[in-house]
């Protein structure tokens, strides 16, 4: 069992459709991070998260400590938003990133 | 905008040869990072630096080596590609706390 597990692996969705992306893990953690990546390969921060909620635009990221599980929301998606999603924690013992496989959304017009 | 910079972006080499790939970046940080990327599947951490003259094996096994002679220069070496070794490789560099990371564009090497 990978040490983080996402949630679903894939995604369509019409524009305009709220998105949750999830993302559970089984090790302890210092931070969690959310990324981006677009076909091409490069990988965008979108947030660190340590504790409770952050919001930038139309993302919005939760994480719940004690259940070791956090989501990624987006309000009314844009094909643009059509990318890979990946969730990535801090390794409280190792402090090195164990990443998750991602989740592929594409979103149609 | 993350300033930290990949070179090649794309190369197609043959069995034996060496290569270089170059990361850069200009933030000034200390911690640096190689991950390899298949297709689909997960990063994983091949190499990682947390300054100049330390450089340490990631947590995938990977024939490839690294060196940190300056800051904000972190090449990765292949002495001798061979197809196994056809993936992407993105550099990242992070802030000391590692709360903020920056990836480059990444690399996609292929070896026939």
């Known amino acids: 069992k990978n040490e983080v597990e996402q949630s679903p692996q894939n995604l369509t969705a019409q524009e305009g459709e709220f998105i949750t992306i999830n993302c559970s893990y089984s090790?302890?953690?210092?931070?969690l991070h959310w990324l981006q990546q677009h076909p091409g390969g490069g990988i965008v921060s979108l947030f660190m998260l340590s504790s409770g909620k952050k919001k930038h635009g139309r993302l919005i990221a939760t994480i719940n400590i004690q259940e070791k599980h956090s989501s990624l929301h987006i309000t009314a998606s844009h094909p643009r938003d059509s990318a890979v999603y990946i969730c990535a924690v801090r390794s409280y013992n190792t402090d090195k990133l164990i990443f998750g496989t991602g989740t592929r959304l594409q979103v149609f017009p | 905008e993350a300033d930290i910079y990949q070179t090649p972006r794309y190369l197609v080499i043959g069995t034996g040869k060496k290569i270089t790939l170059e990361c850069s970046q200009t933030m000034g940080h200390d911690k640096m990072y190689w991950y390899q990327q298949d297709p689909g599947m997960e990063l994983h951490l091949i190499h990682y630096s947390y300054g100049v003259n330390s450089t340490e094996k990631g947590d995938l096994s990977s024939e490839s080596t690294v060196s940190r002679i300056r800051t904000e220069h972190f090449p990765l070496t292949l002495e001798s590609a061979r197809p196994s070794h056809t993936s992407q490789y993105l550099c990242?560099?992070?802030?000391?706390?590692?709360?903020?990371?920056?990836f480059g564009e990444g690399s996609w090497l292929t070896v026939v």
């Open positions: 090790v302890g953690i210092s931070a």
């Open positions: 990242a560099s992070s802030t000391f706390s590692g709360n903020t990371i920056y």
